[in-house]
């Protein structure tokens, strides 16, 4: 069996490193490749690019004795990085940002355009290290699209993987219908990771929708998180209310716990490292 890939973007910063360290834990539980990705903008750029990606690949055999392989492309970070990790049949991107002030790569809205324009899922990281046993605590977030119940197969592969805690998480709603609606979403949710055998606990927040992103964010933090998964609403018209700003939000959060993201209409159910399998 081919192995899986991990494709890592980088601008060589240091959160750009931090997302290779992601990378490279992942990589070595899940025994997959890494590949780090530079993009230029003009081939006369390529030569330099080579040169430091040359660098970053002795570094990673020396700091993990871990070989990594290396890209430089020509194009642009908003359609290359989606395409080649097309073209590899890529597990996961993973890459760092640099919170509310990006420099080359991600930051608010330009996070979203990379990951929309994306069939890949993507994991961002901001200047947090990765636990040397991994993703610990997977905070998993529910609420009343229909998209949300698709990452929970995504969610259960790495929870066996990292032999992670899953923690539930929904709105609190006062409308009874909205309530009993967000309520089924968490039975399902809890069904699930039960029949998986994965450890979960549930909590209903005291915010609403409109709020959702801060009690997510508040909830992760208190119980100090290893990963927040989410899905990439922001094309959806149902999602308009909290769109772009709600995956800004917790992309970009102060406690920088990263993010799993990933687009609801070209998510499958399918095992994410092939090993497991379930609904969703």
Do not use: C, W
Not at 226 to 233: A, P, Y
Not at 251 to 277: C, D, E, H, M, W
């Amino acid at each position: 069996m081919n192995k899986k890939i991990i494709l890592v973007p980088s601008d060589f910063s240091k959160v750009g490193q931090m997302g290779l360290n992601h990378a490279i834990k992942v990589a070595q539980i899940a025994n997959a490749r890494v590949i780090l990705l530079h993009v230029v903008p003009k081939a006369d750029m390529l030569s330099e690019a080579r040169e430091k990606l040359r660098i970053a690949q002795e570094m990673a055999q020396g700091d993990f004795n871990f070989e990594i392989e290396t890209m430089a492309r020509v194009g642009t970070i908003f359609e290359d990085i989606g395409e080649l990790a097309e073209e590899l049949e890529a597990t996961f991107v993973m890459m760092g940002t640099h919170g509310l002030r990006g420099l080359q790569f991600i930051t608010g809205g330009r996070a979203i355009r990379i990951v929309t324009s994306a069939n890949t899922p993507f994991i961002i990281s901001q200047d947090r290290a990765i636990r040397e046993t991994g993703y610990d605590d997977i905070v998993v977030p529910l609420d009343l699209h229909k998209e949300t119940k698709q990452k929970l197969s995504i969610v259960a592969d790495m929870a066996k993987y990292f032999q992670s805690r899953v923690h539930i998480i929904i709105p609190g709603e006062n409308d009874e219908f909205l309530k009993n609606a967000l309520e089924r979403n968490l039975k399902y949710a809890e069904n699930f990771f039960r029949d998986m055998g994965i450890t979960y606990t549930s909590r209903i927040s005291n915010k609403k929708t409109d709020d959702f992103d801060e009690a997510i964010i508040d909830f992760a933090t208190e119980i100090d998180a290893d990963l927040i998964s989410i899905m990439n609403l922001a094309e959806s018209s149902l999602a308009n209310l909290i769109g772009g700003s709600y995956v800004q939000n917790i992309i970009t959060n102060k406690a920088q716990i990263p993010v799993l993201v990933l687009n609801p209409k070209r998510t499958s159910s399918s095992s994410i490292f092939g090993a497991y399998s379930g609904g969703g």
